[in-house]
Structures are given as structure tokens and as C-alpha cells.
């Protein structure tokens, strides 16, 4: 273990929990910087009904640095029966811990210390930090020009046209960050991006301008961790560097001292999931960044990192 490095994640999604899942187990001082722009499925029905902030990825990450395999855990990722995308007011689909935070915000009146709470409540260690104090939103340009407005849009392609992004922006362009997200930030030995959904999780927390300027700022060590594979209406087709690429268009700089990549393309992704692997052409790779690739590839679900290979990977680089 670890304790003497801050690390900070900026993210929030699936990618996220898989990376603090296994940076617990070597580092004791974790703090999450966590995406509002969530609003699809169990989140975007809460946040419609109840005008709080998008509850899904919070809850992920306390449950992923709850102790493993433990109740807890089980318990705040509970889902109950049914489409996840079922009418606002049915049950079906909700996740538990979601609505434990809805629950607590109208007890607290706030939703910072509603997390906080949860968080007591269960003893989980670590900090849990929305990115912003106010409700956003964002859109997206396709490579063709068209505008998608939502998240939920943006991630599972309900646009026409030719499903290849270019831009994504956050609305509004400035929202408010607490000074806990900045001061963290500041503090940080290492700040780690990625993996997750570029355009809809990674980005929309980094060009948050207050959040842009920190990192920018800052002299930790940053690291950005490449996707195992490439998500359909996202980073179809995407190698190394078009993820490089496309942080520097939108953050006007690529930040990141370090970039991590698996290298492990042997097996087979099923295809009923329309992933593929991210591309290894690394043939203009800037010079000035170090590039370790490795086998990272979680061998059973090969759409995703495995979490003890991601976080071995991190310890060895600090």
C-alpha cells in the first residue's frame, strides 16, 4: 500500500470503477472527480423527477471502493428488476443505491453531503467529488457537421447521418466547480484520466474550464489510460493517437506526462457487442510523452480493463 501519493480520477463511468477498484488496493488516498452529464437509464429518470444531480456514477464508484465481493457493494449496485429505461415513475430498472442518494439529498438538502453520508453510512474510504455544483448538459458534432444534444443521445447513436463524432460541448460552457474539485486537483501527486466513454465521461469533465485550468496547472503526474476497445458512436475505428488527437483539440494541449495502453488484442471480442480494439498505430507518437503498453485486457470481458493488471501498471509507473 501506497500512502503517500493523492491520487485523483477524473471520470466517473465504468472505466472509472474498474480503475479504482484496483487502485485501492495499493493506494490509500483516492479522491474521484466524478461527470454530471449522465442522463441516461437510472440516473436521467431520477434526474428528471427529482432535479438532482445524475446519481448512477457516484454510486458506482462507492461501491467500487467498498471492500470487494462485499454487501455493500452488492447492495448500492442492487438493480431492481426490469429495463433500466422503464417510465420515470416505475421502479423497475432503478439502481438502489440511486435512490438511497435521492433519499439523503432530501434529507441533507444537499447533494455533496448526501455522498458524504452514503458514504459514512457504509464506511467506504476515499472522496467522491461531482464535478460541478450545478446541472449540466451536453452536445456533440458529428464529423458531418449535425448537432446531438444529450448524453443519452450521444452514447447510443439516436441521431442520423453518419454516427463519427468531432466536438462535444458542456452546457453551460462555465458551470460552477467546488473548490473541494480544485483544491484536490492542486494537491494531487498523480492525476489519472480515462478509461471511459471519451466523448460522454472523460471529456466532459476535462474541458470544464476551471477543471481545465487546474490540470494545466498542476504539476502531478498525469496519466491518461487508453479504452481496451473502441465504442461504437464514440471512438469507432480510434487508434492511440486519435484519442491524443482529440484531448488536444478540445483541452488545446495534450496535458497528460504518461499514457497507458493494453496491448493485448488476441482475444476474441464477441461480436454481438460491436466493439473493437483500439488501434496500436502509435507511427507519429509525440516524443515528449511516455507511452507503456502492456496486457491490461480483463480476459473475460475483453471490452474492459482488468482492474489488478490497470493498477499494477500505475504503481510500477510512479
Known amino acids: ?18 480503475l479504482i477498484r484496483g487502485l485501492k488496493r495499493n493506494f490509500s488516498d483516492i479522491t474521484v472527480v466524478v461527470s454530471m452529464a449522465d442522463e441516461g437509464g437510472s440516473s436521467g429518470r431520477l434526474r428528471k423527477m427529482y432535479d438532482i444531480f445524475p ?5 458506482s464508484c462507492l461501491s467500487a471502493l467498498a471492500p470487494d465481493n462485499s454487501l455493500i457493494s452488492k447492495l448500492l449496485t442492487y438493480r431492481f428488476p426490469g429495463d433500466r ?21 432530501d434529507i441533507s438538502d444537499d447533494f455533496f453531503t448526501a455522498v458524504c453520508k452514503l458514504q459514512e453510512i457504509f464506511h467506504i474510504s476515499g472522496t467522491i467529488l461531482p464535478a460541478t455544483d450545478e446541472q ?25 447521418g453518419e454516427r463519427v463524432l468531432d466536438h462535444v ?20 501527486d498523480v492525476l489519472i484520466a480515462g478509461p471511459g466513454d471519451l466523448y460522454t465521461t472523460i471529456l466532459p469533465v476535462l474541458i470544464i474550464p476551471r477543471v481545465k485550468d487546474a490540470i494545466l496547472k498542476s504539476n502531478a ?22 484519442f491524443i488527437s482529440a484531448i488536444s483539440k478540445h483541452m488545446g494541449v495534450f496535458p497528460f506526462n504518461r ?33 507503456i503498453e502492456q496486457d491490461l485486457v ?21
Open 1 to 18: 500500500m501506497n500512502n503517500d501519493k493523492k491520487i485523483v480520477c477524473l471520470g466517473g463511468g465504468i472505466g472509472t470503477v474498474n
Open 55 to 59: 446519481p448512477g456514477d457516484i454510486v
Open 85 to 105: 429505461y422503464s417510465r420515470n415513475e416505475y421502479l423497475a430498472g432503478h439502481k438502489l443505491g440511486n435512490l438511497l442518494m435521492v433519499a439523503l439529498r
Open 136 to 160: 449540466v448538459t451536453i452536445s456533440a458534432r458529428t464529423k458531418e457537421g449535425a448537432m446531438v444534444v444529450g448524453e443519452e443521445n450521444i452514447d447510443l447513436g439516436k441521431y442520423a
Open 169 to 188: 460541448f458542456i452546457h453551460p460552457e462555465n458551470p460552477a466547480v467546488s473548490e473541494k474539485v480544485i483544491t484536490s486537483i492542486e494537491k494531487a
Open 221 to 242: 503526474l498525469k496519466i491518461f489510460v487508453v479504452n481496451v476497445a473502441n465504442k461504437p458512436f464514440e471512438t469507432k475505428g480510434y487508434s492511440i493517437q486519435d
Open 259 to 291: 499514457v497507458i495502453a493494453n496491448n493485448n488484442d488476441r482475444i476474441a471480442i464477441p461480436k454481438k457487442y460491436k466493439y473493437d480494439y483500439v488501434h496500436k498505430d502509435t507511427s507519429t507518437f509525440p516524443v515528449d510523452i511516455g507511452l
Open 298 to 318: 480483463d480476459d473475460a470481458f475483453p471490452l474492459y480493463h482488468a482492474s489488478d493488471k490497470l493498477a499494477k501498471v500505475i504503481a510500477e509507473t510512479l
